[in-house]
């Protein structure tokens, strides 16, 4: 089977002062051979940039011939009623709470005991699911899908560890994803979930909450903590590890009923 393409890109990858530059990023996409943009926001609207709300991004996907919708299935947000939400200290299995209301999407600090949306729950969800086979679908009436939100840099995103991580499980023996970037020089370029993937161990691994855990090491006295994780390598174990606590910063809280 011949191979296939799917990126994704951020549209603050094209800010140009206090505006996104459309036409840029639109040429860009047309350069990647690119037929369909699907925005996965939980809401495709911007108040800082309404040029990228979606009845503006419809018309000028015409222009470049490029179709345009909007799937919210892929949204990093859930409802109270999807069965997607776990306890932080289930997620992440190490004690390092509370998480810093500055590390987390709605500005509250994260607790032990709060329920957050859970990625590798959502990954399996029912609605969440109706979205990736509606990608699949889109391959197989031949267009070439960019997925697109707001961060310029995928690895902040879920279109990389929620949604681009779980197509690629599915579709890898016929689709590579590229997330489109831009290197040091300015210049633009795609990365791979590989790249990300050990970027994200870098970042995760380094940082000083986690580097007291000292996960890695084992002692006479008891195993590594790494060895808790799940994987039947050590990368794969340190991968899921990453993902975990990634989830605890991306994650959104459970809403409360009213």
């Keep these: 089977m ?47 940039y309404p040029q990228c709300n979606a009845n503006n991004l419809k018309v000028a996907s015409k222009r470049f011939s490029i179709s345009y919708g909007h799937m919210p299935e892929l949204g990093a947000k859930a409802s109270p009623t ?15 709470f509370p998480i810093s209301k500055s ?10 005991d709060d329920e957050i949306v859970d990625f590798q729950k959502f990954r399996e969800d029912e609605y969440f699911s109706d979205g990736i086979k509606r990608i699949e679908t889109a391959y197989d009436n031949n267009y070439t899908i960019a997925l697109m939100c707001s961060e310029k840099r995928p690895i902040d995103c879920h279109r990389y560890f929620l949604v681009s991580k779980k197509i690629e ?36 691994l380094n940082k000083s909450e986690i580097k007291k855990l000292n996960v890695l090491n084992s002692s006479i006295f008891e195993p590594a903590k790494i060895d808790n994780y799940f994987g039947e390598t050590l990368q794969e174990k340190i991968n899921d590890f990453c993902d975990r606590y990634w989830n605890l910063i991306h994650g959104w809280k459970k809403t409360k009923k009213h």
């Design 82 to 96: 999807q069965d997607v939400f776990s306890k932080a200290s289930d997620i992440f299995f190490e004690s390092i």
């Design 169 to 204: 499980q599915k579709f890898k023996e016929w689709l590579d994803i590229e997330h489109i970037i831009k290197n040091q020089n300015d210049n633009i370029e795609t990365v791979s979930n590989d790249d990300l993937n050990k970027q994200l161990s870098e970042i995760v």
């Design 103 to 112: 590390n987390r999407p709605e500005g509250t600090e994260l607790y032990a």
């Design 2 to 48: 011949e191979r296939r393409k799917l990126y994704t890109l951020g549209y603050t990858l094209f800010q140009n002062g206090p505006v996104i530059d459309i036409e840029k990023m639109f040429k860009t996409l047309k350069e990647f051979n690119v037929t369909l943009l699907i925005d996965v926001r939980s809401m495709p609207y911007s108040k800082q």
